[in-house]
């Protein structure tokens, strides 16, 4: 059994379009917007490594750093996340044609994020 990857990562603020120009800026990434999601912007990193998000958050969660690391399905990690002292911030969500994603606090109070691998 393989260890579960790290697949993506988020950066958000209440200003996004400034958190945007800073990390654009001070790490010369390209970042392309996402049609349909106000103020989200994806960094392409295929060659250098994870890719993620910069953009806004939501009034729930305005300001927010999170990793997502992949499993084979989100329910059953929630189960073992809860049993072992984390708690379900999100559960299950899916986004059609896009993702299925949770988040969870660990134990520590770190926001994590769990991306449910593809079936196909």
Same mark, same amino acid.
């Given at each position: 059994?393989?260890?579960?990857?790290?697949?993506?990562?988020?950066?958000?603020?209440?200003?996004?379009?400034?958190?945007?120009?800073?990390?654009?800026?001070?790490?010369?990434?390209?970042?392309?917007?996402?049609?349909?999601?106000?103020?989200?912007?994806?960094?392409?990193?295929?060659?250098?490594?994870?890719?993620?998000? !910069?953009?806004?958050?939501?009034? *729930?969660? +305005?300001?927010?750093?999170?990793?997502?690391?992949?499993? =084979? %399905?989100?329910?059953?990690?929630?189960?073992?996340?809860?049993?072992?002292?984390?708690?379900?911030?999100?559960?299950?969500?899916?986004?059609?044609?896009? !993702?299925?994603?949770?988040?969870? *606090?660990? +134990?520590?109070?770190?926001?994590?994020?769990?991306?449910? =691998? %593809?079936?196909?």
């Amino acid at each position: 059994m393989s260890a579960n990857p790290i697949v993506h990562w988020e950066l958000m603020s209440a200003d996004g379009d400034s958190l945007r120009e800073f990390y654009s800026g001070l790490f010369d990434w390209n970042l392309t917007a996402v049609d349909g999601f106000d103020s989200y912007y994806m960094v392409n990193a295929e060659e250098t490594g994870v890719g993620g998000a !910069v953009g806004q958050g939501n009034e *729930n969660m +305005p300001n927010y750093s999170v990793f997502y690391v992949q499993v =084979a %399905d989100i329910d059953e990690s929630l189960g073992k996340i809860n049993a072992n002292g984390g708690t379900t911030v999100l559960p299950r969500t899916v986004i059609p044609d896009t !993702v299925t994603f949770a988040l969870f *606090n660990d +134990p520590a109070g770190n926001m994590v994020g769990l991306v449910e =691998a %593809d079936a196909t």
